[in-house]
């Protein structure tokens, strides 16, 4: 399926680069519009693929129009492309914050895809959650599924409100991961363990206590348990953070970012008038 890109950034050079690499687009069927001249150039002659200035160059032909642009300048796309998209195009968005609502107004146009990715899936190891529209065809389902695939895993969901939810546990939990291994390597340095070694081991660790809760399939609550000797440092440490608060701190900090996500999928002014 020939494909188009409507912004050239990183999550959507990530998502490029996998989807060649796998064999799912060929360069040759791939067109990214891309404002900056500067970046046209990069991704031409690191991908191959064809450039264009607007985004409405970008989606001529195409099958599936990947919108992958930031948030403040969705309203540019919708002058842009609204009204010019046809009945046979899909549109796949991984627009932060915008609505299937929202994007159906804008664009004019009803077959939709909406995903939350999140980073990791820079290196083939994220999470996306989406969902379609019943506008959008078995192919382009497909396709769209092929695509989030080499991103890591994809979660199809059938309401459009796991988003939100998504939002606030994959979209923003790498940054939750991150602040906590920081936290790691500084207590590392406090120990008086030099740098480099805290953020190995910090990073390290992460990476394969995640590994093991995806590869064993058990509960993270039983994994912690089988680490926590009774009367041992693990249960001294954990001690600790549940004085601290952790994991309440954790929930509420979801909470926020689910509360933030629905706030910015809602209309201007809408929040006033309710």
């Known amino acids: 399926m020939r494909t188009s890109f409507i912004g050239g950034g990183v999550m959507a050079e990530a998502m490029l680069a996998r989807a060649l690499a796998a064999g799912l687009l060929q360069a040759g069927e791939v067109c990214v519009g891309e404002p900056v001249a500067a970046r046209r150039e990069v991704l031409a002659a690191a991908h191959s693929v064809g450039v264009a200035a607007t985004g409405r160059e970008a989606i001529a032909g195409a099958g599936l129009v990947v919108l992958a642009v930031k948030p403040?300048?969705?309203?540019?796309?919708?002058?842009?492309?609204?009204g010019h998209l046809q009945a046979g195009q899909t549109v796949l968005s991984i627009v932060a914050g915008a609505p299937l609502a929202a994007l159906a107004a804008g664009l004019k146009h009803h077959a939709l895809i909406r995903v939350m990715p999140n980073t990791p899936a820079q290196v083939g190891a994220g999470v996306s959650v989406w969902t379609a529209t019943r506008e959008v065809g078995t192919e382009a389902r497909s396709a769209a599924a092929a695509l989030l695939g080499?991103?890591?895993?994809?979660?199809?969901?059938?309401?459009?409100?796991?988003?939100?939810?998504a939002t606030a546990i994959s979209g923003s939990g790498p940054a939750y991961v991150f602040a906590f291994m920081e936290a790691l390597v500084e207590a590392g340095v406090l120990l008086g363990m030099p740098r480099e070694m805290a953020r190995t081991l910090a990073v390290e660790t992460v990476a394969g206590s995640g590994r093991l809760a995806s590869e064993s399939g058990e509960s993270p609550a039983l994994l912690r348990e089988r680490v926590t000797s009774p009367g041992g440092t693990t249960a001294a440490a954990l001690r600790v953070l549940e004085q601290q608060g952790?994991?309440?701190a954790i929930i509420e900090a979801a909470a926020a970012a689910h509360?933030?996500?629905?706030?910015?999928?809602?209309?201007?002014?809408a929040e006033g008038a309710a």
């Open 246 to 248: 952790m994991r309440s």
């Open 150 to 165: 080499c991103l890591g895993t994809a979660v199809e969901v059938a309401d459009e409100g796991y988003l939100d939810m």
């Open 259 to 269: 509360r933030r996500a629905q706030e910015l999928g809602r209309p201007k002014g």
């Open 72 to 82: 403040q300048h969705l309203g540019h796309v919708y002058q842009e492309v609204g």
